[in-house]
């Protein structure tokens, strides 16, 4: 009996630990904590993350330095006399990027763009030039400009849709 018994005491001890650091990662969640690249709770593209000002740059700075290679309307169709380029914006652009954060496609058009001339957009260029790609894809604006920084664009996902 006295084996017995203390299978049955092992057990309960292992489920109450087990339950204890199960809350204990719920809540550090929760809070921001363990499992959060950012530091923050994730959240979408549509949820308003640029503001329509930061689309406007993004479209003045994106006609003069990307429609070349990606057509005037983002859909891959530059010249003629260049090699093909994928479409930046809707649903092809939105399928290809679903469930990456922002901060992957931010550090791919600062350091890959241009391809004749890569690495030399700033920041600001960069982070324009996704808010006008947002815009494009008919991806809502709100009061608050994307960040050029990567950290805080990490817990913003792209998603296809709503």
């Given amino acids: 009996m006295k084996l017995g018994a203390l299978f049955v ?12 650091l199960t809350t204990s990662v719920t809540l550090a969640q929760q809070e921001g904590g363990a499992g959060s690249s950012g530091g923050g709770a994730k959240a979408s593209v549509w949820s308003g993350v640029y503001t329509a000002a930061q689309g406007k740059r993004g479209a003045e700075f ?5 429609a070349q290679c ?9 010249q003629p006399d260049l090699p093909p380029s994928p479409a930046i914006a809707r649903a092809t652009f939105l399928r290809k990027w679903a469930g990456k954060p922002v901060s992957e496609l ?31 894809s008919n991806i809502p604006p709100g009061d608050k400009e ?6 805080a664009l990490a817990d913003l996902v792209i998603e296809e849709s709503k």
């Fill in 106 to 136: 931010f550090i791919y058009v600062r350091t890959q763009m241009p391809p004749d001339n890569p690495g030399t957009l700033t920041d600001q260029q960069a982070i324009d030039a996704v808010a006008h790609m947002f815009a494009v």
């Fill in 70 to 78: 990606h057509g005037p309307n983002l859909n891959g169709a530059g």
């Fill in 9 to 20: 005491a092992c057990g309960s001890l292992l489920g109450a630990i087990a339950l204890v």
């Fill in 62 to 66: 994106y006609s003069g330095a990307c």
């Fill in 146 to 151: 994307l960040p050029p920084d990567p950290k």
